[in-house]
């Protein structure tokens, strides 16, 4: 079973700020999914990664298959940016494995 | 278009009783999961479906736990005999290709177990 680590866990910054969350895993993965959930709120696909790098917007994620590691980045993060950044791996038969997340908060 | 739905959105019920919970997942999407988030285990699969095909019933936490999906798309998580640990937010994604696909999570249902 596919051990998924979060880091940090809480994170809070001012906005404007470069924001980046690790996530590693145990177990060589197809694809790695980097999802968000804001407070009472349903959960967000961002990325779904199988190698490189993705970019949407401010959001930047990369993935290193050799290091079982990823990366997600927030550039000039904004209040509305606060929620907690989850990442998984797998998928089809086993379903996603979770990371614990990532509680980012944005100061104005 | 439409996303993930699910229905209901809240379900309070009494230990002991049965529930059904359902997923519609987007048109075409031949992949379907349900998880389970809870304060104490945080986000954890249960099972998937992929068409028709007979799912792998391993990841269920008991066998009160059962699901189905009927024509391929319509998908029915039944809880027997709940327990109050079985209090957490059910959410439902679907995908159009299975290991590679991107998942899009229906906004789940919250389950309390009096």
């Known amino acids: 079973k596919n051990e998924v680590e979060q880091s940090p866990q809480n994170l809070t910054a001012q906005e404007g700020e470069f924001i980046t969350i690790n996530c590693s895993y145990s177990?060589?993965?197809?694809?790695l999914h980097w999802l968000q959930q804001h407070p009472g709120g349903g959960i967000v696909s961002l990325f779904m990664?199988?190698?490189g790098k993705k970019k949407h917007g401010r959001l930047i994620a990369t993935i290193n298959i050799q290091e079982k590691h990823s990366s997600l980045h927030i550039t000039a993060s904004h209040p509305r940016d606060s929620a907690v950044y989850i990442c998984?791996?797998?998928?089809?038969?086993?379903?996603?494995?979770f990371g614990k997340g990532t509680h980012l908060i944005i100061q104005p | 278009g439409a996303g993930v739905s699910q229905s209901p959105s809240n379900k309070v019920t009494e230990k002991g009783k049965d529930v059904e919970l359902r997923c519609d997942p987007i048109s075409g999407h031949t992949a379907l999961y349900w998880y389970r988030q809870s304060l104490g285990q945080g986000l954890e699969f249960l099972i998937y479906f992929q068409g028709n095909s007979a799912p792998d019933k391993s990841g269920l936490p008991s066998d009160r736990f059962s699901a189905e999906r009927t024509g391929g798309s319509v998908s029915t998580l039944t809880i027997q005999r709940t327990q109050q640990e079985d209090s957490a937010v059910y959410l439902c994604?679907?995908?159009?290709?299975?290991?590679?696909?991107?998942?899009?999570f229906g906004p789940g249902t919250r389950l309390t177990v009096l």
């Open positions: 994604a679907s995908s159009l290709a299975a290991v590679l696909g991107e998942q899009f």
């Open positions: 990664l199988s190698s």
């Open positions: 177990v060589g993965i197809s694809a």
């Open positions: 998984a791996v797998g998928g089809g038969a086993d379903g996603l494995t």
